[in-house]
């Protein structure tokens, strides 16, 4: 009978712990790291640039996606989840637009995928999404965000996180040198990004994004990459 | 069966529950007939005379109304109230179906009070009026009437949506609804602008009114009068559109006659010496009565 594998893989042990979820959050600590933070005009993630192999193409390994105009993400675990909470996340950006006539705030699109991913946790012969997701983006106010999403289906709003392989070290660094100056200007707020990153690894390996706000032209977001020397 | 073959009886093609009642939100009508003539025939007298308009300018929407339900020849209800409060920053006139219009208020209010708690802040005008239209449009062919014009204040500032229930839904300066939306619209097209005062927004509101209800046979009773701020939607006066149809016609004239003939004003509109509205086109002719309407109460 088919039923008799239907049943749910996220199943409660008796001391109360989701087991999936803690083995998703474990493949997630494998990932290469993430880094976000915030600034006073400008949001910053950074991504450690896992070293490809000599005949793959390197630019299509991309941990930064764009979900709209004013919002991206970066994720660390499976990529393979990562594409599909993506693709799901664009979708539900265009469909709010369509229904609701305004684009996605960043707390919502957040609150989907969180909810999608609580979704994987509870459901017949799924298993929890291996990934945990940092959002950014920029609201109608002009105010920039940051949120982090874990396998768990939980989010919360943060001024800087770290996420991936070392993401306790880095967010410890973080801890310790985020303060008003250091994100004083956007630039400055960059070179902690790049800073916190540089704690783990060399130079070569961190590609950074970098997402600004252009007041004037009350656009959300300017997308840059950068290549550190 | 035998019975039936003697008979030449044919077993109706519907099985299930008696089929004399119709499915859940359908309409009973005999079979065979089609749906849109039966009720074109038959159906329920709808109720469309009205006057209803709304703009939008710097200082905000102004929604105004006529206060008379028609049943063709028949008022219903001479006062009736025809712009619905949808939430603090929200109005919607209606038209159309009285029924209607009030129950699909009653349901965008629910929805919109729903996506207020999720997402922590109030929809755009723009979000309530695709909302309306959609939930509407569903509904396509089966004689809905609902033609409403949203007035709000959100985010972007003053916004006005014409919402009507085919699905349609526009944005605009100026929409009026109704029978007598014609004439509204010839007294509004030549005094609108952007940039008016509010006690001008007024004036050229209940002149609108006073005007179609004067044409309009399926129009008239009282002109309501709203204001959608920033800080929210407020109802400005109710006006006898008899008294106010004689009072634009006189000429206006400064003398203290002139003023005496008034009844002591009731609206709650501030006054602002010497602001008044251009009702008429004669030029240089600014009248201190034009802002002071006799605000009696609706009778009969």
């Not at chain 1, 600034?39 to 930064?64: C, F």
């Not at chain 1, 800073?195 to 590609?207: C, D, H, Q």
């Amino acid at each position: 009978m088919a039923s008799r594998y239907d049943r749910a893989i996220t199943v409660f042990s008796p001391d109360g712990h989701l087991f999936q979820v803690e083995y998703a959050q474990e493949a997630v600590k494998k990932g290469s790291t993430a880094v976000g933070i915030r600034g006073t005009n400008i949001v910053v993630l950074g991504v450690e640039k896992k070293s490809v192999a000599k005949l793959q193409d390197e630019r299509t390994v991309r941990k930064i996606c764009a979900l709209d105009d004013h919002v991206c993400m970066a994720f660390a675990g499976l990529t393979a989840d990562a594409r599909v909470v993506i693709n799901r996340a664009r979708v539900e950006c265009q469909s709010h637009k369509l229904t609701v006539e305004d684009p996605v705030t960043v707390e919502y699109i957040t609150r989907f995928i969180a909810t999608l991913k609580q979704k994987y946790t509870q459901s017949n012969g799924r298993r929890p999404f291996g990934i945990s997701a940092l959002i950014v983006g920029f609201d109608d106010d002009g105010i920039p965000r940051l949120y982090q999403t874990d396998p768990s289906g939980t989010y919360h709003a943060w001024k800087a996180n770290a996420i991936g392989r070392s993401a306790k070290t880095v967010r410890e660094f973080l801890e310790k040198n985020y303060t008003e100056d250091a994100i004083a200007n956007d630039n400055e707020a960059i070179k902690l990004a790049i800073r916190a990153l540089l704690e783990m690894f060399s130079a070569k390996e961190i590609e950074l994004q970098v997402t600004e706000i252009e007041k004037e032209k009350e656009e959300a977001e300017k997308k840059k990459s950068k290549k550190n020397a | 069966m035998a019975l039936q073959d003697v008979c030449k009886w044919q077993a109706p093609e519907t099985w299930g529950p008696s089929t004399h009642l119709p499915q859940a939100g359908d309409w009973a009508i005999p079979q065979g007939c089609n749906l849109q003539t039966f009720l074109q025939m038959h159906g329920p007298r709808l109720a469309h005379g009205t006057t209803t308009l709304a703009f939008r300018f710097r200082h905000g929407v102004i929604a105004a109304a006529d206060t008379r339900s028609s049943c063709g020849s028949y008022v219903a209800c001479p006062s009736s109230c025809k712009v619905i409060p949808v939430h603090q920053h929200l109005l919607g006139t209606t038209s159309g179906t009285s029924a209607d219009c009030v129950t699909w208020y009653r349901v965008l209010q629910r929805e919109l009070r729903l996506r207020e708690l999720r997402e922590g802040q109030l929809p755009s005008v723009a979000s309530a009026a695709k909302l309306l239209s959609v939930m509407m449009s569903r509904y396509r062919g089966l004689d809905l009437c609902v033609a409403t014009a949203l007035c709000g204040w959100d985010r972007s500032g003053p916004a006005l949506f014409y919402v009507y229930s085919d699905g349609t839904h526009l944005q605009g300066d100026i929409f009026s609804v109704g029978s007598g939306s014609p004439y509204a619209y010839g007294v509004l097209d030549r005094n609108y602008h952007y940039d008016m005062t509010i006690q001008e927004a007024y004036a050229l509101a209940r002149c609108a009114v006073a005007h179609a209800t004067h044409r309009d046979a399926y129009s008239g009773g009282s002109v309501d009068l709203f204001h959608v701020r920033e800080s929210g939607w407020e109802y400005v006066s109710r006006n006898d559109a008899c008294v106010l149809y004689m009072e634009l016609q006189k000429l206006p004239e400064p003398e203290p006659e002139g003023k005496a003939s008034q009844a002591h004003p009731e609206s709650v509109i501030p006054h602002r010496a010497g602001e008044c509205g251009k009702l008429s086109s004669e030029p240089g002719e600014v009248s201190a009565e034009d802002s002071r309407m006799p605000a009696k109460t609706e009778t009969l």
